[in-house]
């Protein structure tokens, strides 16, 4: 009995090894596919605005658009993800982008400032991309939630922290094709600027066909016990299938450390997006035309450097905080945005023609952005939310987050305008100081910290 009992042990174990790998792998590749329909938009600025008389603010209202309802996204589909397991919801939120950037694509296809008003071409844009952020919104939360259940929290900060890769990685790739695709693609091989959004489309659909076949929501989903007792630091908490999605909701608004996280990751978004949505502009205005058809190495590195080395920095900072802070999140993120803050602010007034120069500040600035960026919305989320609420609560943090980040969409636009980039800047560089000191706050609480029933 006791040699079936052992044997029975070792298959339920390399079972288990055998199915976190799938897990992992498929949920890394598909939200780094989410990024190939969201981080198109920056790279074809110029093009769409030349195409339709659009000025940098109105290129911001679209940009706007898309954050803000992302951030209503968050909101609401964290709790659907707890509620109705995280495979339906990703799997609709792929659906969605897709269809979403097939519907700007045909609106800039179809429809000219000849053949009617822009103002009416831009708001259609701004309908769909800010629809496309509402279904892009299903994609964190429920990979956060599929992580919470199929990892433990003793190695929580090492597997998030290549986790939180995917996006660097995705964002970084997604650059790179609609960079191609405006400059070597429209310039060198004659081609439309528009396949900025049906070719990522294209590619967001298989991968979501991919993710809808090999996930699977929990290791009990998969025939395994789980991998952990849920809430181990809580007591007397509803089952999970019981809770109801506003009794979820009100166990996520009354923990003061998500509260805090959410706050500190406003303004983390805030200077984020303030380089997503315009660091492309500023360097084609302010840089050099390098390699063919302004396709060259320098060119690309400086555009897709910000993401790249962002990786480095999410492995960097969940390290960091299991191996000096005893998990705890709060004392590297604060470390980190600090150094944003000044970098950002360095950034602007940087010689453009200095081409080491500029790559190497903004590689810190990439370093220093991700790095908190997991920690708060995949680690953070996962600690105070434990794995009944985790979806939740990372939706609430994101959410609040690109609240954050709308403001770096029409509002950067008009200062742009007015001000200048260099001004805009700087503006982002404080914004992370701020959250920088809010985050102190928490500087002693970490994944065994009690959190509100």
């Not at 964190?140 to 986790?163: D, Q």
């Amino acid at each position: 009995m006791i040699q079936r009992m052992g044997r029975f042990k070792s298959s339920s174990t390399g079972d288990l090894r055998h199915w976190q790998v799938r897990i992992f792998s498929t949920v890394w590749i598909t939200y780094f596919a989410f990024y190939l329909c969201r981080y198109n938009m920056p790279m074809v600025t110029g093009e769409m605005g030349d195409a339709f008389s659009w000025d940098k603010s109105q290129m911001g209202i679209i940009f706007s658009s898309l954050l803000l309802m992302y951030a209503v996204g968050q909101f609401v589909n964290g709790q659907l993800a707890d509620r109705f397991g995280s495979r339906l919801i990703a799997s609709l939120g792929v659906l969605g982008s897709v269809s979403m950037n097939m519907a700007v694509f045909l609106v800039t296809l179809c429809f000219s400032p000849e053949t009617a008003n822009p103002r009416t071409i831009l708001l259609l844009v701004a309908v769909f991309w800010g629809a496309n952020g509402f279904f892009q919104a299903m994609g964190w939360t429920p990979m956060v939630r599929i992580m919470a259940h199929w990892f433990s929290s003793e190695n929580r900060g090492k597997v998030m922290g290549f986790m939180g890769t995917c996006y660097q990685f995705g964002a970084a790739f997604s650059w790179f094709l609609a960079f191609f695709i405006v400059t070597y693609y429209v310039q060198q091989m004659g081609g439309d600027w528009r396949a900025a959004f049906w070719v990522p489309a294209g590619l967001f659909a298989i991968v979501g066909v991919v993710f809808f076949t090999c996930i699977r929501n929990t290791p009990e989903d998969a025939g395994l016990p789980e991998v952990e007792p849920d809430d181990h630091c809580e007591t007397g908490l509803v089952g999970e299938s019981q809770r109801t999605i506003v009794q979820n909701i009100a166990r996520t608004l009354r923990n003061p450390y998500i509260w805090i996280v959410a706050l500190t990751f406003f303004f983390l978004d805030v200077n984020r997006y303030g380089f997503v949505n315009w660091l492309p502009d500023f360097l084609a205005e302010s840089g050099e035309s390098i390699g063919v058809g302004g396709f060259g190495f320098k060119e690309v590195m400086k555009r897709i450097i910000h993401p790249l080395a962002g990786s480095a920095g999410a492995v960097a900072a969940g390290w960091a905080t299991d191996r000096f802070f005893n998990g705890r999140r709060a004392p590297v993120i604060a470390l980190l945005l600090t150094l944003l803050g000044l970098c950002s602010i360095v950034f602007p007034y940087l010689d453009p023609g200095n081409t080491a120069l500029v790559i190497f500040i903004l590689a810190a600035i990439g370093f220093c952005t991700y790095g908190p960026h997991i920690l708060m919305v995949g680690h953070a989320a996962q600690d105070f939310g434990k794995k009944a609420g985790a979806a939740g609560a990372a939706g609430f943090i994101d959410g609040m987050g690109y609240v954050g980040a709308s403001l770096a969409g029409w509002g950067a636009g008009e200062l742009i305008d007015r001000y200048g980039h260099e001004f805009t800047f700087v503006l982002c560089g404080l914004a992370a100081i701020l959250g920088a000191i809010l985050v102190c706050l928490i500087w002693r609480a970490g994944p065994r910290t009690h959190t509100v029933n």
